[in-house]
């Protein structure tokens, strides 16, 4: 069955707000990026229909097939990518995003400046930080990070924040926290974090970008 995909995000968005009104941060408000990976294209035209425009994918390919067909047709599309990146979708990663959210390493920030100066679309990137410092995930480890946004400055790229996915059955708080206390101390301005299950909490944190998938479009189905 087609979830309310306009009921949910009416839902999430007033959650926000509760939540933003309550540790009195009502102005600012974090932007809401509907994540759409692996949901059937039907549900990211309600969306779309429902007037949301900002989307994120974690996979440059699965997003390529989607939104080279959805982003002329709806004006005024803004797409984060969320997923780790190999340096060889860097060029297509460029032409079609509109934000990079998982900037993790020097060779990636390599390929990525090399491509935004060939496509001449200088993007807003963030860094991707493993606070929980787990193996099989992407994101820089905190003590890189400095290292890493140097670089990245040094390369002409346009650093505006930091991001995290924590480890799942971690509290949040402490990786929130964490993201918060590093984009402070590196001066970067926009902190994404919380998804599904911990968005309320990462506003009531500070958070500038919340990426929800889930409770807006229902469960992914990878069968
Ligand atoms: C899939 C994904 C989300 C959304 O997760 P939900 O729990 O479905 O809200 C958020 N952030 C990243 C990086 C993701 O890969």
Same mark, same amino acid.
Request: net charge neutral; proline share 4%.
């Given at each position: ?5 306009? @009921?949910? #995000? /009416? ?21 809401? #990026? ?35 067909? &959805?982003?002329?047709? !709806? ?14 979708? @860097? ?8 934000? #990079?959210?998982?900037? /993790? ?7 990525? @400046?090399?491509?935004? *100066?060939?496509? *001449?679309?200088?993007?807003?990137? !963030? ?16 003590? *890189? +990070?400095?290292? &890493? &946004? ?6 002409? &790229? ?11 059955? *971690? ?27 911990? !968005?309320? +909490? ?13 409770? #807006?479009?229902?469960?992914? /189905? !990878?069968?």
């Amino acid at each position: 069955m087609m979830p309310d995909i306009k @009921a949910n #995000i /009416d839902a999430v968005r007033k959650e926000i707000t509760r939540m933003c009104k309550h540790v009195g941060v009502e102005e600012n408000q974090p932007r809401l #990026i509907a994540v759409s990976k692996v949901q059937p294209i039907e549900r990211v035209r309600a969306a779309l229909d429902a007037g949301h425009r900002v989307f994120g994918e974690n996979r440059v390919q699965e997003a390529e097939e989607r939104w080279g067909e &959805l982003k002329p047709e !709806y004006e005024g599309v803004e797409l984060h990518l969320i997923g780790s990146l190999q340096t060889n979708k @860097a060029a297509n990663a460029v032409a079609l995003f509109d934000v #990079i959210q998982s900037v /993790d390493r020097v060779k990636l920030a390599k390929a990525l @400046a090399r491509e935004m *100066d060939k496509q *001449d679309r200088h993007l807003p990137v !963030y860094l991707q930080v493993n606070t929980g410092r787990e193996e099989q995930k992407g994101g820089a480890m905190v003590e *890189d +990070l400095e290292g &890493l &946004l140097k670089d990245c400055r040094d390369l002409g &790229l346009n650093v505006v924040g930091l991001m995290c996915i924590p480890p799942a059955g *971690d509290d949040p708080t402490l990786h929130f926290g964490l993201l918060k206390k590093f984009a402070k101390r590196l001066g970067l301005e926009k902190l994404s974090m919380g998804m599904s299950g911990d !968005y309320a +909490l990462a506003a009531a944190m500070g958070a500038t970008d919340i990426r929800v998938g889930t409770a #807006i479009f229902g469960a992914r /189905d !990878y069968s």
